[in-house]
């Protein structure tokens, strides 16, 4: 199956309400599953980056809803755990340029998954997590530099 | 035959000890490197393979990954390995130096590149490392190593060493490498050099282990391509005379720069070596 054919699925899945769903054939075996009710998944991200959130203010009476929606988002953020880099060095997204980003926003981790590959002096360090959760932001640019205990991750516990 | 899948294809799993005599007498000479041996003719990239097979009690510390052929092999970042196929060595060593800080794992890349010297300098004296890794015989590029750590935490869980050696190939091109056996004009057995080879490693990373770190360094500096030798690099562009005076813990190159009289260190993608040959 195409990486093409699988997102549309995912899209087709997306659109179709349902919360989990099983494909099985002779040579291939999909699983994809919603977490959470629909609402919490576009909502809570929402709230981090701000330009959702400006456009919800937009449809809104002017004025009043800004410093309403900055609130709650304030202490949202306060709620989410924050993975930092164990070290110096450069930050990538995924294991070589060919290949996916190890997590995206909205993949749920486990303590010991790989988020991402932090390379100092030709050592490549895939880092684990050591929470669980959903990634709710990614707070590094790929193939930038990280210092020591810099926020790579926001994620919201589970 | 025993068989072991990975990613869905089954592979023979060969233990090495059994195939020949001299073989088996140099592999026990090491503690535990080499115990096991998972040999595919062919495969992608032996450290793929071996990240995916740590977390298998079949595999402990020690085990080996080689191939023949390696189809996606990996260099620095984006670079490909290429060798030809059945003449060179292409393999990855699991290890689990858990008692390495994450900020002295520069250490583990100077042991193994000191044990895979210390294996070549048997045969040709002028063996040197390159920074950060790299093999060289006289100004020519001979091996590589590739390590991927995984962090849990504070520490690192296992790392897998990647390790590209040309050893029998005789065409190259590139100017710029060559192999143990041209080098020599001898072909060597590629069975008979694995053994011995992992011994060294071993022998080094046991010093690592046994927390001889001065040493490591020092031996690193001794042994060090262009160390204390004025030479050309280049930064940002621009060219200019320098020598290297050492390298930080954090495994950085420490540059004196001639005309301004100033000490820099760089980070292997700031500083480009200039060949003057």
């Known amino acids: ?158 | 035959m025993k068989k072991i899948e990975v990613r869905g294809t089954l592979f023979p799993f060969i233990k090495v000890k059994n195939k020949s005599k001299k073989l088996y007498d140099s592999v026990s000479k090491t503690l535990f490197i080499g115990k096991k041996i998972l040999y595919l003719p062919t495969c992608h990239s032996t450290n793929d393979i071996a990240a995916e097979i740590v977390r298998e009690p079949l595999f402990p510390e020690g085990t080996v990954v080689i191939t023949d052929h390696q189809t996606a092999g990996r260099g620095q970042r984006g670079n490909q390995w290429v060798t030809s196929q059945g003449q060179n060595f292409t393999f990855s060593l699991l290890l689990r130096p858990s008692f390495l800080l994450i900020q002295e794992q520069f250490l583990l890349s100077q042991a193994v590149a000191l044990g895979v010297r210390a294996y070549l300098q048997q045969y040709t004296p002028e063996t040197l490392v390159k920074w950060p890794n790299d093999l060289y015989i006289d100004t020519k590029k001979v091996g590589g190593i590739l390590i991927e750590n995984a962090i849990q935490g504070t520490r690192i869980a296992h790392s897998v060493v990647g390790i590209g050696l040309n050893i029998n190939q005789q065409q190259f091109q590139s100017s710029r490498s060559t192999s143990l056996g041209r080098n020599t004009g001898k072909i060597f057995s590629l069975n008979e050099e694995l053994s011995l080879l992992l011994h060294w490693v071993e022998s080094y990373y046991l010093r690592l282990r046994a927390g001889r770190y001065q040493a490591i360094r020092e031996e690193y500096n001794q042994y060090l391509l262009g160390y204390r030798q004025e030479r050309l690099f280049r930064v940002d562009g621009n060219t200019f005379p320098g020598t290297i005076e050492g390298i930080s813990d954090a495994g950085k190159i420490q540059i004196f720069e001639a005309n301004g009289c100033t000490m820099q260190e760089y980070d292997v993608k700031e500083v480009e070596w200039v060949w003057e040959d």
């Open chain 1, 1 to 158: 199956m195409e990486t093409n054919e699988i997102q549309k699925l995912i899209d087709f899945i997306a659109q179709s309400g349902l919360d989990e769903v099983n494909i099985e054939t002779a040579d291939l075996k999909i699983k994809v599953k919603r977490y959470g009710t629909p609402v919490v998944a576009s909502a809570a991200p929402a709230q981090v980056s701000s330009a959702p959130v400006a456009s919800v203010a937009a449809a809104a009476p002017a004025a009043a809803p800004a410093p309403v929606a900055a609130a709650p988002a304030a202490s949202d953020e306060s709620k989410y755990i924050t993975i930092k880099s164990p070290m110096i060095g450069t930050f990538y997204r995924a294991s070589s340029p060919e290949a996916p980003a190890l997590v995206n926003i909205g993949d749920e981790v486990k303590p010991g998954k790989p988020v991402c590959i932090i390379e100092a002096m030709k050592l490549f360090n895939e880092i684990e997590s050591e929470v669980g959760g959903r990634i709710v932001k990614v707070l590094v640019e790929n193939a930038t530099p990280v210092e020591f205990d810099q926020p790579l991750f926001l994620v919201e516990p589970v």
